[in-house]
């Protein structure tokens, strides 16, 4: 069968390894498995949001409420920002899918770092859109715009916090990147790990009120699926002008949120201290593989985020590493696709982190 040319060099997402796969492939139970391969949030989620879904369940027969009234409202309060300024999609990947077709065509180009969220490209790619990527490996905003005045891409992608490096955009310095952008560019701030990085330096928080009062043409992401461990629940944002917002809406397919998401996400925004004691854990237990990456000479990159990134030297093969690190129950993510001899590691619990440097110690 034919099917559509664009889809020919797209290579599917490989999202980290599942836990059950590990348990089919390897033969180690479920229990002994570590995963730390996603971001995913090692103190789960808030238990007021277990309550809250759980007291929700048995009312599953009606479709969502799909004007979002609940989770908008307290996006718009938390964001302080208007409810015509949000769209809520199935993950921040969803909005990504939104204004990918909103934006762009198979005569756009898109403009990312080198090294980026694979999930740009694919979106591009399904536009039949042409990528070009910076040079080099930390957001370079010089090199950004040279490379805005040579090509002129439809959509620029700025990821800060960047996943998989970890390292963030110094805020102000994106501020004036962003002033020297045409209107009709669309630039897309995607802060999926912001609450990382606004609770670890402020110079590097980028608020989305700021960014929608400066620029009409800026769209921010957030996303549940990090901070504020809600991964499974598949819910994120989109904040811009509301004329972006508008534009996107037509994309939407009715209901791309659950109920349980919906009111999950809603509960989640209010617990301010479950937040904070998952990004006080993620930095304490971030100091503990930094002083042990120092220790084995291993080079770490300086991370805004809830993982690390760790860089070998030639003398270690990150492929192998993390092929060792499976058969023994430990799931972390090769980067060696991305060009990079490193692996990302999620900052796990405290245990699981004993655990991953005990095993890297064996191995090296
Ligand atoms: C995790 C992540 C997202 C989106 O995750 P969703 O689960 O789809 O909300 C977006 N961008 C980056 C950089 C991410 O790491």
Redo the contacts with the bound molecule.
Sequence with gaps: MKFNKKLENISTYEAGKPIELVVREFGIEAKDIVKLAS?ENPKGCSPKVQKAVVDIVANMALYPDDSMTKLKSGLSKRFEVGDENIIIGS???QVIEFLMHAKADSNSKILINSVT?AMYEIYAKHVGAEIIRTASQEHDLDEFYALYKSENPDIIFL?TPN?PTGDAIDTATMMKFLEKIDSDTLVVV?G??MEYAAFKQKSKEVTPKELIERFDNVIY?G?F??AYGL?GM?T?YGISSASIIKELYKLRPPFNITTLSLEAASVALEDAEFVKESLELNFSEMKRYISFANKQNIDIIESYTNFVTLCFNDSHNSTNISDALLRKGMIVRNLSGYGMNAIRVTVGKPEQNSRFFALIEELL
């Design positions: 971001n993950g921040s990947d969220f990821c996943n995607d999926a790990y992401l996303t699926s990090k991964g598949r994120g």
